[in-house]
């Protein structure tokens, strides 16, 4: 009779434990499910991640690259990457990942790259360092190590296509815009283009005689909109003085001089871009900087000012040397395709004045603009200009007229469904 | 035949006593398997959707849907060990948005058996704040610079975080036999695309 009981008891019992047996299993399937779910969404947003990464590689190498990868299986999955021409020369890829019937997209906006954007280039850094004290507003890019001695502020972005070398273990530069190692972006710009705008609907200066001398085109822009300039070719005798609007000297905003140097100071009400070409001569190329050049409506006062200039030499940018000038404003984004910014003589001045840049410079090498002395531990600027930059940071949505480019494409958004 | 009748019951009814036992003891076993588990199975979902919703946000540090809009300001505006304000474009309505992540004290949670379990909620700008879960007992954000130093909380300048790890354990507010279930969650390293970009 007990026996009875025991054995209907335990198939009792055995019942109950299959039912819930299989509700365990059923959960634990249940966990794995969603496992596995997660996991599908975190392939395919992977995978819709690399055809967007392999699409800028494509479109790195090739600018012009609107194929895109329709259809392409990639560990396990597949993306389908399109690219779209937006505007006039910005590109919006589209990356789908798909992993097991799970989708993910991948948007960015791309736009062309130029030399405007950066608050500091360099080629060549040298043995210059970046020290305590020195703060790099905007974006700020090396074709070599950044170097930093003590602990430099970048307040940008800062790219370097070897890295960022320290001084010593008590370096700690302070990168607000983070750092990575990049490409080099080479330092090149087209002056043909250029001088084809310029002709256009800009204005270009050169030896109209056509015996090859190198001009020189002195410059002062004038706050009313008007520009005055004076030109000589070769050693002879400055033409005299004109006055005209800027927009009626260069419509578009493209003052080209062909083989010839460029004396300038001034303040701008309104777009242009200076330009001198060496056109093979070593001594043409340069444009001097005779005085503060400054805007009609600072920007950092009046975001809303439209003046906007741009300096670009196929050789060097110079600040003439003058003892009596004291500080001086320069705003302006700068390019020197060959040198950097050089202060005449800096030595040579009875003290340290600042040197106050709003815009940027792009240039082949750092050069020194100050003597220093170590007093109390510290080194302080006795002679010169000590180099107080502010980047203007409309350059990041536009740039002056026709500044150079670089060849490459910049991400502007990147957005992860 | 008497005698031997009553051995009989009574070795049946120690067999199936001893069968009862072991059976009882096995149901209680099985019970707590199968509480357990559902527990388990509750707290990874709840892992997984926690993990969703961080992941969401934190992939988007920074992005704004138009260019326009975008500006150099920090876009991880404050920056401590268990909370964190960011910004980027919600709604992508070109206009940038605050998402505030912040734990609880465990007091609102006294109700609940679990000493240690609060809540993690999600601000978008100033609307009510949003639960994402009352199961966290550990919210752990960890920040480096753009050379991987690590950056002491709460950040001074929270616009040099470059990268952020993300940790956080879930338990469960009721325990089975003294033990509260948990399930952990790490992303070693986030890296926002928009969030360094000028």
Known sequence: MGGKVSIILVMLFSSIFALVGGDILKRNSNMTDNYIDYYNSTKASNIAISGANLAINKLYLDKNWMVGFPGRSFSGGSFDVTITKIGYDSRQINSIGTYNGVSKSVEILLEPENFALFGNFYNVFGNVWAATGDTFQGRFHANDWINCYGDPVFLGQATTSKGVKLYDGYSHPEFFGGTKVTDPIPLEFDTSSMRIAAYNNGKIFRDTTNTGKVITVDIKLLSDGNVTYKLKIGTGSYTSERTVPLSTLAPNGLIYVEKGNLNVEGTLNGRATLVASQKGNSTAGQVFITNSIEYAQNPLSNPSSDDMLGIVAENKVTVTFNSSRGDINIHSSIFSQKDGLVIERYADYPTAYNMNLLGGIIGQKVQPTATYRLINGKYVPTNGYSYVHKYDTRFTKIRPPFFPGTKYFRVVTWYED | ?198
């Open chain 2, 1 to 198: 035949m008497g005698f031997s009748t009553i051995i009989d019951i009574l070795s049946a009814t120690i067999i199936g006593g001893i069968i009862l036992l072991n059976l009882l003891k096995l149901n209680e076993n099985v019970y707590q398997a199968e509480v357990t588990t559902m527990l388990d199975v509750n707290l990874q979902v709840e892992v997984v959707n926690v993990a969703n919703v961080i992941e969401s946000d934190f992939n988007k540090i920074g992005y704004c849907a138009d260019p326009e809009n975008i500006n150099d300001l920090s876009k991880v505006t404050v920056a401590d060990t268990s909370l964190i304000k960011i910004v980027y474009d919600i709604d992508k309505d070109g206009d940038y948005d605050t998402v505030y992540y912040y734990v609880s004290s465990t007091d609102l949670l006294n109700g609940t058996p679990n000493p240690r379990d609060r809540i993690l909620y999600r601000q978008v700008n100033s609307e009510i704040p949003f639960m994402v879960s009352n199961r966290i007992v550990d919210f752990n954000l960890k920040y480096f610079d753009s050379i991987y130093d690590t950056l002491t909380t709460p950040l001074a300048s929270p616009g040099l975080a470059t990268y952020i790890k993300i940790a956080f354990r879930v338990e469960d507010p009721y325990a089975y036999d003294q033990q509260y279930n948990e399930a952990y969650w790490r992303r070693l390293t986030v890296t926002a695309k928009n969030l360094k970009r000028n």
